[in-house]
């Protein structure tokens, strides 16, 4: 017994599948187009079914090396997550006081939510060309440029960011209990070990979710990598580059692997997780599993 | 034992929160520094070159207003019909609009599911993972897909004409407001969904044992209970639609088949013809109008009220 | 070995190809690492980080853009070897067999040289200082589906014909869109340009009135931004008749869908890409941008692209590396002897073929425009949002 | 008028995990009674009031709420109302509006609601805290609010968790005298969760009193002081004396209990051992006795007794009873205290 | 050891926007002293022990631990710790790390602060829970973590707000015994708030009676229950009458209350009334007489007593007392319940 599940239950989880399904809309058109035949387009109808497409991902042919972007990509996606979270849960904790500017530093957040990417971009690459004959002029006369994947791409990249992140850290820290740190401070917690060892195990499952956040974000991040890369492209924009010529259907080979990987990684942790609890079971608890 | 009320080993209390103040300042800091490098600076060069003069080639540094005047060209001339500026805001707003009514809808509907009915941690974060693979698709991808799923020849066209619901395939499923409106909360659900979860969670179930014994049917309980507390989150949820849709020239570009306006693409256009100036002049422009409707949410639910 | 000689080449996807650089690497020992962005982003990056770049691949129309940056390096005409056998339709405006074609727009001829090495102003007459080395060519006309419209079409009357209602296209980029749209006009007899890459005010108003009216009939599926889109759209039976580019013909046609890259009696649009060097080269840097073109110009890479359906610059050194039937198909207008391979070797079209439009001389020969940047184009671009809205 | 029911628990038994919290109980209390719910900390009674709310999946039995089967029922088909031990008020809801919220449910207007919420306000002592939120109230203020929202909506059954317990004594008399009163009125059944044995006493019909997930013993409060019928209710109940004597067991209350000098006679029944501490309580002395054996008894002494006599601790005395007031205790059956899992 | 320091709090104020929570209250706790404070819900108990705990800001006044002014200092450098009206326990930490979080913060090694944590979960009878979250546990379990997570700070002073409010009295017993006798042994000084008179009196040697943000009256217990300097007092600490005599006000003690038929004869004074409710209490019957003037006093008689007389509601009687053991009233001062704003 225990778990008997309200009407509402059953209407709210076909609404969710509902929504996944939409959701995976457009992929499933990219999941059956990514077998097209050697001579398939990007389109519909089938024109025979392979695995070439697949095979030319893992090749590296083309004109740019989609693996290399791929990497640069996940690099950067990685330090934006992190950056991310760290600089956000630092700054949701400074709202929780009120702070001189604060409402300056919301303000400009939301600006830099609202500039179109292709402005901030462009407002970025003119500063760094800036900053580049600076330089230059300055006597280092075999200066190229200060441009790149990790000073003004990353720079743009967290400029769109944060924002999403300290807005759900508002979100997170919203009626959040401040006696548990009173209690903390008070067993002689000083504010790091009250912010380590009950702030944030409390958030934690919310800022990992902010770092994914992060790391989508950036990882399809476009009109603001645009201006601010250098020479080195991530790649959304080596994909939008593609589209210049004729493109093929490896690029939906490639969203096809991606899908793919995701579902195994995300499926393999499960099975580790739900094992582990099984293992766990003696303490477990259906506390707060009341009919509502 | 000293003197215990002598004034002199008090602290002043506006020196102790000065020190509150000031680590809260630190905190704070390092995003600050990110914004004002990377964005403050920027958008004062962005800033300026609005109100520099250009030609047809190239911008020229000496102050004008050309980029703002040329904007809201035609505007007194033509009333009362609407001159293009207002034309294309009050399109982008309606588009706006709706999207974020859906996004809002679904979104919270997904979050409550989520934050209420899915009752273990790992399935919460299974399940919101699932929600984000799609994402992890580099979306230039995803648009494109959209022709196969939407067009004429699509996969849904193709659906229903075998089912045989319809004769003729239906045409404003693709480069229409319903593509457009369609693709957009297809992105941006899941920025409402992220928010409004997260307040959610929040909520003392407790709470709304307390509601449903105070004889509230379910609906009273989402209405008087769940909405109100979850209040932060939605606000901040439509932060996220509002500003991105405002600014969206992408999704409506490919969407629309190019041929629908919006103001975020009246700057791309100016943009991609090197007219600083006047794409300049455009983005403060909607930055203007997007913080003045953003404000005037923040004013009706103050989102940092109770951090 | 001495350093690696690496150069920077930011451009489009249109003219990169993995064969190109690898051969040139064989060749020269200069490795090229493609930057490949849409064609607004390279026109942007040009103004905003010229330092993220050696060689630029862009097109004539765009340098009355890009010269005033100051971004652009003035080539010496006289290090480049075979400058003088760069065909006459940039040098002179004519085809080699001496036929004048068309000039309105931004004809190459036009921007082809700068008064000096930091001027920014361009010469009428030749110099020694060239702004951009031609490589690849065309000439665009409207792309059709013969087995949906299932008539023959010649003319750019068509594009608006309303029999087409909901199923044309044209290219979203302004100053090309427009051009297009002054072809239509002027083949319906509403109005004659003095030079439709060069409109007055009143001539953009007129075009645009045009234009709109048809948008607001629903003439138009979509417009496209991209080569893929225009692809896609045509393939998908979405459009039937729209601009298109040539190789955009080839790949829908390559998927075993019909589709005629049709010639029409009112002529072409034709367009010019080439290199530019970013003024922030120097050195070493610079000489082997000089060594890059001279390769590029000396025949091999010429052929890859005319076996595209483009037309390489220097067309001598490219007959040298075609084969004659290639030659033949592509350049002269004659049924292939045997099947016709793309670069990669996959079948464009089977022996006994004929390339739509004939000739090079048939098809450069009635070329009636060029791609263009307008003097009124501040005015042209906000008529153009203006149009989008309606 | 409210209407009322009976409430009847079949063999109904929650588990939590490995955790039996509530262990097959059997009750019925009659409708129109007041029920109180005795119990040690930890015994099941919070998980009994909220399965009969609703809030707690029943893990197996029974929940009848006059004639009809609510096992399976959501909260609102349940015609309980609940005040919580948590208090669970609506955070962003004035007092008032948190008291007159089971109203607005049912569509009442605002102007009589609000009417309606200040009478129960008043009843409570709140009415000057209408408009604050409940974050600005003080413990025992939440209290009252909670008590309140839980009394306006006039239940068939009302189900009370330690309503009174962050009350001062003062204000507590109060409001069980008001809770008397309305139940009396209103005719309703209540069940009242308390850890004083006063208050059960003072207030209820039926007393239940609950150990280890079962029920100990229940009936009238003078019944229960007079007979408890277990070591573990003569304990808990207070006021008694566990006194082996022999192989037997008596409970002997402690006001019963009579000092005297070892050196003075005793009839009857006695136990001798030494004075190991005096608690001043006001009213009376309590004298703790160690006796010999081990185990610890006291006696309640009045003050003139206690000043007459003046008992120091260390001092040895003789405790002494009259039989026809102790009660003879079933030592087999229930455990004093059930432990939960060992902890792993 | 632990040390142990005085507490000195003058004219400390408390604010909450226009509410008076705290009114200049000014008191002085000897180092190693067990105070108890008491008042009715809402009087500042709670306000008065987190400005001292350092978690509330001072509006006015000082707080001073042994020679140190701490008022400005953050909580961590007060050598205070305080158990929290709502527990505030941790909850993604299970009871034993919930307990053991003050060691860990002192780097103390895993082994070494469990079995210190276990100690002190013995003490509060919850060892059997160690590996619980919080949210597995009953009110009272976790009242009883909430008070060994505050006990193993060991701090100069120890602040606990109501940590015996949850339990039952059983428990309640033992846990007063064990809070005293630790009291002795480490030598602290706790302040301890409370509402039952009986813990005050049980525990403190200093009680502290606190009404509307003041301190009515301060005092050994038994000085305060004897004494009663106000009518707040004399009410407040139960077991005490307050009757008016002309012009005076006397407390007179419940126990103290004899009754007499209306027919018999009375020396002293004396008052009439109609006997309006009579409540069985176990030990004894309170016996609740509507004065004719119009108030209402008890007396509290043994049941023997009562069993002979049979008093019945409705039924007249004649209360009478010894006038050398009652207490003339202060009548000006503090008033009984002081409102707060009226609300908006
Ligand atoms: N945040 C607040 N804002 C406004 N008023 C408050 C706030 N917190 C407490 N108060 C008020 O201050 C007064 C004192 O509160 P406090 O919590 O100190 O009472 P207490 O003596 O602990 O009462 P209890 O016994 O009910 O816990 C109360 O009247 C309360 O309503
Ligand atoms: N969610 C849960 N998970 C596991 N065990 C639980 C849970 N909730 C309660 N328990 C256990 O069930 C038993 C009964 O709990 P319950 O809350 O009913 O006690 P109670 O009688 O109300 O006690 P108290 O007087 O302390 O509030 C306790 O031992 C408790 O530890
Ligand atoms: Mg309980
Ligand atoms: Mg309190």
Known sequence: MGGKRPRSFYFLAAFFTAYVLFLYGPMFAIYILSFQGPDGGLTFPMNGVSLVWFGKVFSGSGIVDIGASFKRSLQLGLVVMLLTVVLSVSAGLAFRRSFRGASFLFYVAIASLIMPSIITSLGIALEFRLLDDFIIKSGATSWTTAMGLFTSGLGAHLTWTLPFGLLIMFAIFNRFDGRLEEAARDLGATPWQTFRHVVLPIILPSVVGIGLFGFTLSWDELARSSQTIGSVNTLPLDLQGLTTTVTKPDIYALGTLTSAVSFLVIFVALVVILVLQARQRRHGSDAGKGMV | MASPSSPSLRLAPSMKQHRKTFVAWLQAAPMMLVFALFFLLPLLFVTVVSAWDYNEYEMIPAFSLRGYSDTFEGCIAELPSLCTILKTYLNTLKLCLLTWALTLLIGFTVAYFLAFHVRSKTWQIVLTLLCTIPFWTSNVIRMIAWIPLLGRNGLVNRGLEGVGLIRQPLEWLLFSEFSVVLALVHLFTFFMVVPIFNSMIRIDKRLIEASYDAGATGWQTLLNVIIPLAKPGIVIGSIFVITIVMGDFVTIGVMGGQQIASAGKIIEARLNALQFPAAAANAVILLGVTILIISALTRVVDIRKEL | ???????????????????????????????????????????????????????????????????????????????????????????????????????????????????????????????????????????????????????????????????????????????????????????????????????????????????????????????????????????????????????????????????????????????????????????????????????????????????????????????????????????????????????????????????????????????????AVMDENDYMVRKWNEFIAA | ??????????????????????????????????????????????????????????????????????????????????????????????????????????????????AEARKLLDLVDMQAYAARLPGQLSGGQQQRVALARALITSPQILLLDEPLSALDPFLRLRMRAELKKLQRELGMTFIHVTHGQDEAMALADIVVLMNGGRIEQQGSPREIFNHPRTEFTARFIGGHNV?????????????????????????????????????????????????????????????????????????????TWDPAQASLLNTTGSAIVRSPEKAA
């Not at chain 3, 002054?182 to 108003?205: P, S």
């Not at chain 4, 051992?273 to 002395?285: P, R």
């Not at chain 4, 309590?286 to 006796?291: G, L, Q």
């Open chain 3, 1 to 371: 070995s001495a350093d690696p000689k690496v150069l920077r080449y930011l451009g489009t996807a249109v003219n990169e190809g993995d064969e190109i650089s690898k051969k040139c690497l064989e060749d020269t020992g200069i490795k090229i690492e493609y930057i490949t962005a849409t064609t607004d982003d390279v026109t942007k990056r040009v103004i905003t980080q010229p330092n993220s770049f050696d060689v630029l691949d862009t097109e004539y129309f765009s340098l009355k853009k890009l010269v005033p940056s100051g971004n652009i390096f003035a080539l010496d005409a006289k290090k480049i070897k075979e400058f003088d056998n760069i065909t006459p339709v940039f040098t002179k405006g004519q085809l080699p067999n001496g036929k004048k074609i068309g000039d309105q727009g931004t004809a190459p001829w036009k921007v082809l040289y700068l008064e000096g090495p930091n001027s920014k102003t361009f010469s009428k007459t030749p110099t020694e200082f060239v702004t951009l080395i031609p490589t690849v060519y065309n000439a665009d006309t409207l792309g059709i589906r013969p087995d949906l419209i299932k008539r023959p079409i010649s003319s750019w009357t068509e594009l608006l014909n309303s029999e087409f209602k909901g199923k044309a296209s044209i290219l979203n980029i302004p100053s090309i869109g427009i051009m297009d749209a002054a072809m239509v006009v002027e083949a319906t007899g509403q109005h004659t340009y003095t030079d439709k890459g060069n409109m007055t005010k009143a001539e953009i108003d007129l075009t645009m009135k045009i234009m709109t009216e048809a948008k607001k009939a629903g003439q138009f599926r979509a417009f496209w931004k991209d080569f893929n889109e225009s692809v896609n759209l045509m393939a998908s039976g979405e459009t039937v008749i729209q601009s298109m580019w040539s190789p955009a013909v080839t790949k829908v046609r390559s998927m075993g869908i019909p589709c005629i890259f049709q010639p029409l009696k009112e002529g072409y649009r034709s367009w010019a890409s080439g290199f530019c060097v970013s003024k922030a080269v120097s050195g070493p840097k610079l000489d082997w941008a000089y060594e890059f073109v001279n390769w590029y110009l000396s025949g091999w890479a010429g052929a890859y692209l005319n076996r595209q359906g483009y037309y390489s610059a220097v067309l001598s050194t490219a007959k040298a590396n075609m084969t004659a039937d290639e030659w033949g198909y592509w350049m002269e207008g004659k049924a292939a002897v045997s099947d016709i391979k793309a670069p990669d070797g996959t079948v464009l079209e089977k022996a006994g073929a004929k390339r739509d439009g004939g000739s090079y001389d048939d098809r450069m020969g009635a070329v009636a425009c060029w791609n």
């Open chain 4, 1 to 114: 008028m409210t209407t009322t029911a009976a409430l009847e628990l079949v063999q109904l038994t929650k588990k939590y995990g490995g955790v039996t919290a509530v262990d097959a109980i059997n009750l019925k209390i009659p409708a129109g009674s007041y029920c109180c719910l005795l119990g040690p900390s930890g015994c099941g009674k919070t998980s009994t009031l909220r399965m009969v709310a609703g809030h707690e999946s029943v893990t197996s039995g029974d929940i009848l709420v006059g004639p009809k089967n609510v096992t399976d029922l959501p909260p609102a088909d349940r015609s309980t109302a609940m005040m919580f031990q948590s208090y669970a008020l609506f955070p962003h809801l004035s007092v008032i509006d948190n008291v007159g919220f089971a109203l607005k449910m049912k569509g009442v207007a605002k102007t009589a609601r609000h």
């Open chain 4, 243 to 319: 006194i082996a004597v022999g192989a037997e067991t008596f409970a002997v209350r402690v006001d019963r209990l009579a000092l005297k000098t070892p050196s003075e006679t005793v009839t009857g029944p006695s136990t001798a051992g030494t004075i190991s501490e005096v608690e001043y309580q006001g009213t009376y002395v309590r004298v703790v006795i160690a006796i010999d054996g081990g185990s610890e008894i006291s006696a309640q002494i009045t003050e003139t007794q206690f000043d007459t006599a003046s008992y120091a601790v260390g001092e040895r005395v003789l405790a």
